[in-house]
Structures are given as structure tokens and as C-alpha cells.
């Protein structure tokens, strides 16, 4: 199997691995247990929340373990009780489904365009700022395209006004270089899965001295804001995950790009009017989404796994509809065209033979599937 | 409901799991149909490799089948 759709999900790498199961079966003590097996389950939780803060500079006081990012995402923009929130038009779908939430509780909610690379302009948002605005919510890297925001420029303009900031940055921690105080946010999701370790641990970064009101309640996990028994093994997945991820991010991201700066040249090469959606010069380095003009995503995809191939036809949390992606419908793509989209993102566990396998097997499958486009041969059709 | 025939093999009256297989690996609006076999060879897999996808596919809820 080739697996390229790790913006959906990563592989746990075997030393992530190694780290985190002696807590589901030797080390299982619960960390709110006063005796030893519990303390030791605590003091893991605080070294991993050490190691996120160093990874993404921020006190670990500032870091707050959830189930994922999308509880993460939710927590934030369900905290906003009246007033206005400002977002953007290409949000990950659990902002998106929260802001509606918002709406319909009679919170106004502006949804910001974006031009066709996928970028929000600061301009935008300093239009859409009214007295009442009371977040602003923007993702840091897109999750179908790859887009990187101006976080950093945005956070310094709302430096000073009463307006808290959140960025979605649930692909990029990990994969590029994410300090919070130089974005200049108040609260950043990210979510461990996302970058080599286990599923359910999603976290939050809330500025000190930025109060955010519990969404879950129960116990004084989290210092009391985030009820619920911790997920130690997942806890400590994400502290060796982001360490291992950001120690060697540099190189990583040259591997990745050059993964994907031959992905598109191998099959521009012979498919010449393949469109890339993004910014081509401000992306994550191992994400493309392309458009192959008449030939539905979905129908590639599934070729690809019948091959053993894994990618993305859009973002996997939405694949299961038959509907255009809300993020290439922004960019100004018709229907069509954003059906005809495929994602595919390169992880640390991929190598270039991978990769030209995967060109290979995109043009063998495209090729395919027009050939049964055309009706030869005396087809007979009984109605 | 319209009968299909294999483009391969002259096969009449495709099932609704072929016609399904075909509309949702190849083309939904495709004017050629396969039967699984010559599906499967012209997909270069095997046959039961496809009928698990059927399954799959049914388990995802695809309406198609």
C-alpha cells in the first residue's frame, strides 16, 4: 500500500509507538489517582504538555489536552455568547457547523471570500470588523488545498483591540514553523494525529490571561477547564510526536516538497491541462490538490485504491457526499471542476519511488477512465 | 429499468451491483458497461477484489448499489 492522505490521518511512528503503550497496559493508572500509578500518569501528561509548548512557544500552562481538534475548533467558537464573529469561507467543517450553531442562536457570523490561490485578505477583515466583533477565527493551513494564511499579519492588526483571535492550525503544527506569540493568536488548535501520533488528542494553546469557559464539564481535569478522564497514552503520543516532528521539520519539508514539485511535473508532463489548486509558492510542502478536467475525482480515487493507492478526493470528513468542496467552490471553481479534484498529501513515511509510482498509476487510471467515455464497438443499449 | 449489456463479453442484463460498480469506479454517466469479469480485467484486478468493493461501497451507504 501506498499511503498518500496524511492530511487526513499519519501513521503513529514506531518510536511515538514505543513511547505511548507501556501507559495503555503496564503504566494505566489514571492521573487524577492519588497513589503512584497515578501520579506517574500525571507527571506524563505534564512532560507532554511541556514538549508542546516548547514545540509551538508557548508556556505549558498555556496548553490545554482535548479529544481532537475538532473539539478543540468548537470549544473556541462556542465560547462567543452575543456579538458578531468574523471567519472564513474555507474553514474546516467543525468551525464552519459551529459558526452556524452561532447563527442560529442569533449570533451574526461574517464568512470571509477568498481569492483564487485560497488566501484571506487582511483588508477583508478589517472591512468586516464591527464593534461587536467579538473572534476571529481563520485557519492557518487549509486542509484541501494547503493554503497558508497571513496569520502573523493578522494577529498584529487585531494586537490591542478587544477581539480574540483562533486559528485552525490543525495541518500546519508540525509540518511548518508554528510560534504563537509571533502569530500573535489567543487560542491555536492543533490535533496530534495529524503529525505522526494518535488519534483522539486534539490541542488547544489559550493565551494566559484569555478566559474560555468549559464546554465539557465534570472533574478538575486540565486544571479545571476541560473535564473528562485524560487520554494518557494519546497525551503522551502528541508530546513525542510534535518533538519528533519539529526536530527534524526543515528537512522534511525539502523531502516533501521535491515529493510533490515532481508529482505535478510527472504528470503535467502528460496530462498537460491538470489545474493546481493553491498557492503554488505558499502551501504546506507535502500537500497538492489537483483538478483533472473531465474525469471525477472520486472515480480516480477509487482506481488509485484499487491500486493501493490512498489519496483524498477532498477533505476525508466530507468525502461521503456527492457535493462540490466548499474550499475549491471558494476559489471559483464550478462543480464540475472541483469534482474533478484530487488530494494528495506526502507524509514523513513516503519516498520517491512511492511518488512516481503514484504518477504512473494516476495516468494508467485517467486513462481509463476516458476511454469508456467513448461508446464503440456497436454498443448495444436495451431499454 | 434499462438493461445493460457488456461492452467485453455481450453479457445481458448487468445487475445493479455492476452497473453501480461501473458507474462509480469509471464514469457516472458512462455509455459503457462492464460485467464484473471483464470489469475486473480491464481494471487489471480480480473479481473478488471487486465484489468486496461492492460491499464496501454498500457499507458506505453509496446509492448506486
Known sequence: MIYADNAATTKVSDSVLGKMLPFLQEQYGNASSQYSLGVKAKRAVEQARQQVAVAIGAEPSEIVFTSGGSESNSWVIFSVSKGHVITSSIEHHSVLNSCHSLERKGIDVTYLPVDSKGRVSLNSIKEAIRSDTKLVSIILANNEIGTIQPIAEIGEYLRGRSILFHTDAVQAVGHIPVIVKELGVDFLTASSHKFNGAKGTGILYKRNGVSLPPLIFGGEQERGVRAGTENIAGIVAAGYAITESVTDMIPMAEKLSAFVRTTIRGIRAKIPNIIINGDENNRLPGMVNIVFDGVRGESLMHLLDLNGICVSTSSACSSEKDEPSHVLTALGLNEQQAKSAIRISYGRHNNMDEVETIVATIYNAYNKILATRNQTKGELEIT | ?65
Open chain 2, 1 to 65: 429499468m434499462e438493461s445493460k449489456v457488456c461492452y467485453v463479453c455481450g453479457k445481458e442484463n448487468l445487475s445493479k451491483d455492476e452497473i453501480g460498480l461501473i458507474k462509480k469506479l469509471l464514469d457516472k454517466n458512462t455509455k459503457r458497461f462492464y460485467c464484473i469479469d471483464c470489469l475486473a480485467e480491464y481494471l487489471e484486478v480480480d473479481t473478488e477484489f471487486l465484489l468486496e468493493k461492492v460491499e464496501e461501497f454498500k457499507m458506505q451507504g453509496c446509492t448506486l448499489f
